[in-house]
């Protein structure tokens, strides 16, 4: 059994559909104040997911003597290495995908386990996602569709949903866009005998 540190729905069905052991914990941080802190600090999306993600699991980990408590974060960057929060509101999702049309963006989908207070493991998935040029037309319709269910999730789409059809490729893996590295993280989990080898 592990304790995910974590309030996702998709987090949460992607290790149900894995048969991973868990429950859940909210981790209880104020994601927003941590994210300007750590920016501030000058971490790089790759480091700020991976930061935000072990903040999680140690927040968690504190409830939770002798148990695996796992984290997990998403950051979105562009070319130029500037990053893309979630969307506030529509208007702000219809700016994101104009602003990613046309054009490759990295999804960093990170991992941390943390044990009494330690990390004792982690693992950050780049994924380079390539949007296809998308017209005004496009986005207002696909918003009008989607936006109460990607407004959830960075980037404003559900891979596994209408959000294919925002992409003409995609490098690394679904699961990794969906919420976490889960074929890593599985592999630490046998080594720990949580999972079966
Ligand atoms: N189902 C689905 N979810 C996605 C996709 N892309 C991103 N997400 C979700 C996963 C995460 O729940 C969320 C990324 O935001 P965060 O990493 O801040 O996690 P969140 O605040 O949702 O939960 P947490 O901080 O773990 O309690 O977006 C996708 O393509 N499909």
């Known amino acids: 059994m592990i304790v995910l540190a974590s309030q996702s729905a998709s987090r949460r069905a992607l290790l149900q559909a894995a048969q991973v052991p868990f429950e859940a914990l909210s981790p209880g941080v104020d994601e927003e104040a941590a994210k300007g802190a750590l920016r ?9 997911a991976d930061a935000l993600a072990e903040l999680k699991a140690l927040r968690v980990s504190r409830r939770v003597a002798g148990a695996l408590v796992l984290g997990c974060d998403q950051t979105l960057s ?8 979630k969307a506030v509101d529509r208007a702000d999702a219809e700016r994101i995908l104009k602003l990613l049309s046309g054009q490759v963006h990295h999804l960093h989908s990170a991992a941390v ?6 990390p004792i493991w982690r693992h950050v998935e780049r994924v380079r996602m390539t ?26 789409y559900r891979i596994e949903g209408p959000g294919a059809q925002l992409f003409s490729r995609i490098e690394g893996s679904q699961f990794a866009i969906q919420g976490l590295p889960l074929l890593p993280l599985l592999d630490f989990l046998r080594t720990r005998g949580v999972l079966p080898s």
Do not use: T
């Open 131 to 156: 949007v296809r040029p998308l017209s005004d037309e496009f986005i207002a319709s696909y918003l009008d569709r989607e936006w109460d269910e990607c407004r959830w999730c960075v980037g404003c």
């Open 40 to 48: 501030a600090d000058g971490l790089d999306a790759r480091a700020l």
């Open 78 to 85: 562009l070319g130029d290495g500037s990053m893309i929060d």
């Open 113 to 118: 386990i943390v044990l009494n207070g330690e």
